[in-house]
């Protein structure tokens, strides 16, 4: 492996966004809220612990994000699936406070599985940024105005595939950024969040990939995001498109690269490579961790990963040794998510499996909503937000009145 590298100390690239927030896919690319504790256990056919419940217009892959006490998210409908819309929802009540549609401009076919709203958003925290297997591409503000739109297809028409696009836009500094790879016309886009203008663009390999980019921050203070396909990964500065390293190894091209805490680089490669500082090589390798379509996760020092056989690994973050596996079943296509302790894998077929991580993986629950599910879920404060295509479903305890012996005398 080779690596052309400045000095670099990799650290997520953070809005001004409250403790609540979970403001793209996999939160902040990290798939984690440690200060977060939703429930271990709940049931959707006895309403337990069902905060509420949403109906949705159309059909989605895509995540839910949570912004400003407000929780967004994009579904896709009609005979061709061309009608994209874009959706906001109370976290408190699930009342929805406003809807919009849009009208795709670019190539809509995908694969019954998955859907036109196959990316999940992203915000910087005062808009919302919504892109499609389109490769159409809007923002919004969080109450709902359009702020600009553009179909990609336009300058690109030769973008696109018969299985569906899914990488999601990232922020990244003041650019947001949109990774749109296939065996056709292939790009990668950077452009200024506040007016939707291109800041730059650049050529990728003309082969089908659906990670999605990482924001990251070097030593320096440039704001960049990571770029991974099949031949490896690119970092690049979000402002110009500059390639800032390059990292050539053989990667997956459905699980994205991963944060391992804030220096640390995790890629899919065959196993899973951890990198760091000066990156020239791989620092741990844990080949006994196969990732199969959902990203790896770091939580702490543990490194965890779901095969396609529906085996959950951990591994040690600094040695790659295995530390335990758990077979929990099903196909998984979201990636786990962690908060207060505890590991919430949903496979395709709308199975929870709650595991407790501070106790070698042991089960907490198992929980079936009775639809497929396949986005990622989001936590946000002590409560975790579920999608399929027909509900958005919000998880989380009755609050409990206060105990009067503790109040202020």
Known sequence: MILRSLLLVGVLAMGSFGR???PGFRGDGSSSAPAASPPGDWSIEEGRNVAWTADLPG????????????????????????????????????????????????RTNCHSTSANAAPTPASDGARVFVFYSSSDLAAFSLAGDVLWARGLTLNHPGVGN?????????????????????QGES??????????????????????NWASPLPWVTSSGVQSVWLQNSDGAVLVDAKSGEQLAEIN???????????????????????VSVFAEPFDEPMVQAPKLKPGSSSPVVVGEALLAINRGGVLVCSDLASGDMIWRKRIGGTHWATPVAGGGKLYCVSSEGV???????????????????????GSPAISDDAIYFRSSEHLWKIAAPRQAADPSNATR
């Open 20 to 22: 609540a927030d979970w």
């Open 162 to 182: 018969d299985i569906g696009m899914a990488s999601s836009p990232v922020v990244a500094g003041e650019a947001l950024v949109v990774q749109a790879e296939c």
């Open 352 to 374: 929870v499996k709650v595991l407790d991580l501070n106790d070698g993986g042991s089960e907490l629950a198992e929980i079936p909503f009775g639809e497929d599910i396949y």
């Open 249 to 271: 190894a053989e990667c997956g091209s459905i699980p994205s690269p991963s944060p391992g805490g804030t220096d640390k680089l995790v890629l899919t490669t065959g196993g």
């Open 187 to 208: 790009f990668a886009l950077g452009v200024d969040r506040r007016t939707g203008e291109t800041l730059w663009e650049i050529d990728r390999p003309q082969v089908s």
């Open 59 to 106: 059909q989605g892959v895509s995540g839910p994000i949570v912004v400003g006490g407000r929780v967004f998210l994009t579904a896709s409908g009609g005979p061709n699936r061309e009608r994209l819309h874009v959706l906001a929802f109370d976290a408190a009540t699930g009342e929805r406070l406003w809807s919009r549609r849009l009208w795709a401009t670019g």
